[in-house]
Nanobody
Framework: VQLQASGGGLVQAGGSLSLSCAASGRTFSTYNMGWFRQAPGKEREFVARISWQGIYYADSVKGRFTISRDNAKNTVYLQMNRLKPEDTAVYYC???????????WGQGTQVTVSS
């Protein structure tokens, strides 16, 4: 499985950005998909997850970010609204194809929120 993330950029606080992650694989609809982020000097952290079991968000983004997927396009999205400077990070998409955790990762896309 290959994941290609895109859509990052520079935005002012309060603005919006939309990230996309295109995946290879013929069974994309069966994958759990997620977004993570890593800020400078910090560990990678969970942002959002979407699967047949439901949708989950980190408390820090709940109500501002929306994860969605289009199985016909093998793509998962992250709509980010009301962005804050603390949302600045490299954002990674990930796929969970089995029962062993997040086993495939995209290359990351930079999101920078200026104050």
């Amino acid at each position: 499985v290959q994941l290609q993330a895109s859509g990052g950029g520079l935005v002012q606080a309060g603005g919006s950005l939309s990230l996309s992650c295109a995946a290879s694989g013929r069974t994309f609809s069966t994958y759990n998909m997620g977004w993570f982020r890593q800020a400078p000097g910090k560990e990678r952290e969970f942002v959002a997850r979407i699967s047949w079991q439901g949708i989950y968000y980190a408390d820090s983004v709940k109500g501002r970010f929306t994860i969605s997927r289009d199985n016909a396009k093998n793509t998962v999205y992250l709509q980010m609204n009301r962005l804050k400077p603390e949302d600045t990070a490299v954002y990674y998409c990930a796929a969970e194809t089995g029962s062993t955790g997040w086993d495939y990762w995209g290359q990351g896309t930079q999101v920078t929120v200026s104050s």
